[in-house]
């Protein structure tokens, strides 16, 4: 750390209580009050230096020579340092005095004027060579620049030249090439207290997330981000700090958790509840407006702290845009968003994610600049894949949710719907969802688990799927025909391609096998001949007799058993459609002869 020594006579000054005596052996003229201290001193070296004191006492009469310094910046043990300073007596100035003696040295006027190497240009030339130049001194240096020193220190514009000396030695960080200066711990890589090439360019996170109070480090991080250095640098540099300076950021992930009056934090630091929701409001207006710099995880947390905190609609709202932007980025567990609403029914935060969701489904519109923009962040070959990775999500988060009772299923339904169909590669996980929500809700009638079905598309389920759904007593009987309905089609049309693939590729073996391995859903990759092709189309036609069994042991009258049995002998020829119904002569006419029957 620099120190700068000033004077070459040794201690005159002795404290007794509370009283600073001069023992020169020249009788003291002048007592001075600084705050609960009182110091009896000399005239004469005192005038000679300050032009405030000298306006002081020259207009006192020579029995008034007591004066009150209680407004002078940094109190008695500054007044102490000038007091020795104007007497020639050894003092250091350092990175953690020096701008309370450059204030001291303001207030009492003690320029050129007044002697030459006056204290104004002691601590000036301190500060400018020694303190401005150095990352640790400059960091100690805005430290000592709070409470009551603070609006002097703004007005002699020592805070901003220290902020800026840090943002550019920041900033130079990013380019090691450049980089030369000391920083206040030397990490491996590093000589002397000197950045090398070889350390990383985001050593100065930890200083001023540590260090610096949010105002200044605003200022800090709005210079750096002008001087050009990239917007995720920032958003981790930001994103540091509020990790080390919001106690809830860290404990927001615990579900139903809440807050208390306030929280202690390191070294006993307490912060209160007000507190910390204006930090959180005034780091998310920091944060870069460049979208997918900041990390969705954090961006999660936030959001979830600043529900804890009950911070501000505009502060939600822009949490959730940001978050909306690059969904496709997040984990299911950081979207679990505990409900903190004061009549919240629900364990998690529905609205929240359906908004957050809502602004993520903007970007896929039916305009070709959305396809564009994905295609390029995303690369030319995969331009759905991030919607398609957001639908397995949601899926994955209606299935975790599901499971509330209290989950009314409009909302469910509305969630559900917001994913388009064609995004999905299979089904199976919205169906695992709907699964799981109609068994936590036994009362649903057979209207609202007909619409819920709705959701999902049976012909892009897997047969894993379709055989869980053919035995699955908890879904509405016309799913059930559905997704037999479509298995059977699917059957019948794998044996037909198995054959025609037969009869016109006998010499063509590779193709054959490529052809089997499509439709081998159990036995899995083994290559067939034309004995194993028929012994499997064996087995899947016992399948299908095993799923109509069970159909019949749903749907008891004679009758419509003997109906489904003539569904199952259709011919492959029926068009289908998702699954709200089929083509002609498909399963909507099947039903239909149904309700004949009954009738």
Same mark, same amino acid.
């Given at each position: ?29 002048? &007592? ?78 003690? $320029? ?92 100065w996170f930890n200083d001023v997330s540590a260090f610096l109070d949010f105002r200044i480090y605003k200022r800090f991080i709005q210079i750096v981000a002008s001087r050009g250095v990239k917007a995720d640098v920032i958003a981790a540099s930001v994103t540091h700090y509020a990790k080390r300076n919001l106690p809830l950021l860290g404990c927001s ?98 609205d929240s994610v359906q908004r957050i969701l809502d602004h993520f489904m903007l970007r896929f519109d039916s305009s070709s600049s959305c396809v564009e923009e994905e295609k390029q962040v ?7 894949? $991030? ?35 064609? &995004? ?176």
């Open positions: 750390m620099a120190c700068l020594k000033l004077g070459s006579k040794s201690e005159v000054f002795h404290l007794s209580g509370h009283t600073w005596v001069c023992s020169t052996g020249l009788k003291p003229d002048v &007592v001075i009050q600084v705050q609960d201290q009182t110091f009896h001193l000399h005239k004469f070296p005192l005038l000679s230096r300050s032009g405030y004191l000298e306006s002081l006492f020259s207009k006192a009469s020579e029995t008034a020579s007591h004066a009150q310094l209680h407004d002078i910046p940094g109190g008695p043990d500054t007044f102490l340092l000038v007091a020795n300073f104007c007497y020639g007596v050894r003092i250091e100035v350092t990175a953690e005095n020096v701008v309370s003696l450059r204030c001291a040295a303001e207030y009492l006027q003690m $320029s050129e004027n007044y002697g030459n190497a006056n204290l104004i240009y002691q601590t000036e030339s301190f500060l400018n060579d020694d303190v401005l130049t150095n990352w640790e001194d400059s960091i100690k240096a805005l430290e000592s620049c709070e409470g009551k020193l603070l609006p002097i220190a703004e007005e002699l514009h020592i805070v901003s030249r220290c902020v800026s000396s840090l943002a550019i030695k920041a900033s130079y960080a990013e380019d090691s090439s450049l980089f030369s200066w000391p920083i206040s711990a030397p990490p491996e890589g590093a000589w002397n207290g000197i950045q090398t090439k070889s350390t990383s360019g985001n050593w992930r615990h579900v139903g958790s809440s807050p208390e009056e306030g929280t202690n934090h390191g070294d006993d630091v307490y912060y209160s509840l007000d507190d910390q929701r204006t930090l959180l409001e005034e780091i998310v207006e920091l944060l870069p407006s460049e979208n997918r710099v900041t990390s969705t995880r954090f961006l999660l947390r936030l959001l979830r702290t600043s529900m804890i905190l009950h911070a501000s609609a505009d502060t939600q709202d822009n949490l959730e845009r940001k978050i909306g932007v690059q969904l496709d980025e997040a984990g299911l567990e950081d979207l679990l968003i505990p409900n903190m609403g004061y009549s919240a029914e629900t364990l998690y935060d529905i995303m690369g030319e070959s995969h331009p759905l894949r $991030s919607i398609t990775k957001v639908a397995s999500l949601i899926d994955g988060y209606l299935a975790e949710v599901g499971s509330d009772e209290n989950l009314k299923v409009s909302k469910f339904q509305a969630l559900g719907a917001l994913i388009p169909d064609d &995004v999905r590669p299979m089904d199976d996980g919205i169906y695992r969802a709907i699964d799981i929500y109609i068994k936590a809700h036994p009362w649903l009638t057979e209207y609202e688990r007909e619409q819920l079905c709705m959701l999902m598309n049976c012909q892009k389920l897997s047969l894993e799927a379709c055989t869980h759904a053919a035995q699955n007593e908890r879904l509405p009987v016309r799913v059930i025909v559905q997704v037999l309905f479509y298995e059977q089609m699917r059957l019948r049309a794998s044996i037909a391609e198995l054959f025609l693939d037969t009869e016109s590729n006998n010499e063509d073996t590779n193709g054959m096998n490529q052809a089997l391995e499509g439709h081998n859903k159990i036995k899995g990759n083994a290559k067939m001949g034309i004995k194993e092709m028929k012994e499997r189309v064996f087995e899947l036609e016992k399948e299908c007799m095993s799923m109509k069994q069970d159909l019949d042991k749903l749907v008891k009258p004679k009758e419509e058993r003997n109906f489904f049995s003539k569904i199952f002998g259709l011919k492959c020829k029926t068009k289908t459609t998702p699954c709200g119904g089929v083509g002609k002569g498909g399963e909507e006419d099947a039903l239909l002869m149904i309700r004949e029957t009954k009738n």
